[in-house]
């Protein structure tokens, strides 16, 4: 069954390349292809396109499909193009000539565009809630190790004292930067595409609030025309937003496997979480790190990937749109596979205590030389001249302790000031108002 079909047929090799790979990708557009029927026959019957009689069944119907999808026992039958007809396909059998009706007043364009944003919205709720959790972990690192000294780099030199509550801290606040992205991206799919039809709207009165409302969306995409344009914008922005999280979870798994080698030898893992030589007994790999550098490489290639299937296309809608859920669709797991690893085993690291008594280090300290110089009233270029002859010379010594105490350094992480920002975020995503309006849809 095709929604489009009328009494011609289509060459099997035009339908199997052209249907790819939609019946596998569309199972995760099932209950939301649903909860927009749901919306949709509302609409319908309040501008008098379904009798009151034919919504009652329709809504009950479509509530037992959506059970059906919840309980894994929906699928795609052999013969039908994709989960929008075999929806309807299903309805009909149940219901009759009422399941032919509807359609009225959409087009697959726009109930793609509904599904997909509708799937976007959860898939972004899902790894939001994710990232917060991950989040808490690194805060509570942080505060953990905060007294644990650790030398900083700049051009992979040593450059300055740092700390393992300053490496740890640092990263919850990358995530904090990540869900802004995240919250934009959300913020773009949570409008309301329905009612675009083809992209230039309907000739039928349709009341395009209503369904909006019933939705849970913030608004709705008003432009009939721009509605169809999101096509492929809200698929880059999401993808934007991922592959923000991506670079931060890349970058640490990156400062992970430095700091596990005998090199630097900063950190090590309990051996139930390494992996082995087939030669080398001594061996003991990152392997899970790697893995997380890599799949975070990969997916902050996406961006990229996305702009250049969109790149040359004018306005409306074309079948290459199609494929861009073959690019989005696994990043979303991918994604929080890599976030629920780094959860699971940052808490299991053995931080090395004393690093900086290694000599190697004493110069890390040659800044707070040169500052504590200037504190007893020393010009700051003569302070560095006499630092830096002191070194050359043998004769440096550091400074008993670090005494750094301005906001977001050693001795001041202000990670509550952090983790404020964080809960402000989080709370304009209004996940609530879309629960809320799932919940009165399937009543």
Not at 300 to 318: V, W
Request: charged share 20%; hydrophobic share 45%; glycine share 6%.
């Amino acid at each position: 069954m095709k929604l489009w079909q009328k009494n011609t047929g289509v060459a099997k090799e035009i339908e199997r390349f052209t249907i790819g790979k939609d019946p596998e990708l569309d199972t995760e557009l099932a209950a939301f292809d649903v909860l927009g029927s749901l919306a949709h026959t509302r609409m319908l019957q309040s501008i008098n396109l379904l009798s009151a009689a034919e919504l009652e069944v329709l809504q009950h119907e479509l509530k037992a499909i959506y059970k059906s999808i919840e309980a894994g026992d929906f699928a795609i039958e052999p013969g039908v193009e994709d989960i929008h007809s075999q929806v309807e396909l299903e309805l009909t059998r149940r219901v009759g000539e009422a399941g032919k009706k509807i359609h009225s007043g959409r087009s697959r364009n726009d109930q793609v565009l509904l599904d997909l944003k509708l799937y976007f919205r959860y898939q972004l709720q899902q790894t939001v809630e994710q990232v917060a959790g991950f989040f808490e972990v690194l805060q509570q690192l942080s505060e953990q190790h905060k007294a644990v000294l650790l030398p900083g780099y700049t051009h992979l030199q040593v450059a300055m004292p740092s700390s393992f509550g300053l490496w740890f801290g640092a990263y919850a606040e990358s995530l904090v930067d990540d869900v802004q992205l995240l919250l934009a991206a959300y913020k773009i799919v949570d409008k309301n595409p329905l009612g675009s039809a083809a992209g230039y709207g309907s000739s039928f009165p349709l009341n395009r609030q209503m369904t909006t409302d019933l939705l849970g969306f913030e608004s709705m995409n008003y432009n009939v025309v721009y509605a169809q344009m999101g096509r492929g914008k809200s698929e880059k922005v999401v993808s934007i937003g991922l592959a923000s999280v991506a670079a931060t979870l890349a970058k640490m798994a990156m400062d992970l496997c430095l700091y596990m080698s005998q090199n630097f030898s900063f950190i090590a893992l309990p051996d139930t979480l390494t992996t082995g030589s087939s030669i080398m007994p001594h061996k003991k790999n990152p392997d899970v790190f790697e893995l997380v550098r890599g799949k975070c490489n990969k997916l902050q290639a996406l961006p990229t990937e996305i702009s250049m299937l969109l790149i040359n296309l004018p306005s409306g809608y074309h079948r290459e749109l199609q494929v861009l859920k073959e690019a989005l669709f696994p990043a979303f797991k991918e994604l929080r596979d890599c976030l629920d690893i780094m959860a699971y085993m940052l808490p299991q690291l053995q931080v090395k205590e004393n690093i900086l008594a290694d000599e190697k280090y004493k110069y890390l300290f040659s800044v707070d030389a040169v500052n504590a110089n200037v504190l007893e009233g020393m010009p700051f270029r003569d302070a560095y001249k006499a630092v830096g002859e002191s070194i050359e010379k043998g004769s440096f010594t550091a400074p008993a302790a670090v005494t750094h105490t301005h906001e977001g350094s050693i001795g001041n992480l202000c990670n509550a000031q952090i983790a404020d920002q964080m809960a402000a975020l989080l709370q304009q995503f209004n996940f609530g108002r879309v629960a809320d309006a799932y919940a009165k849809l399937l009543a």
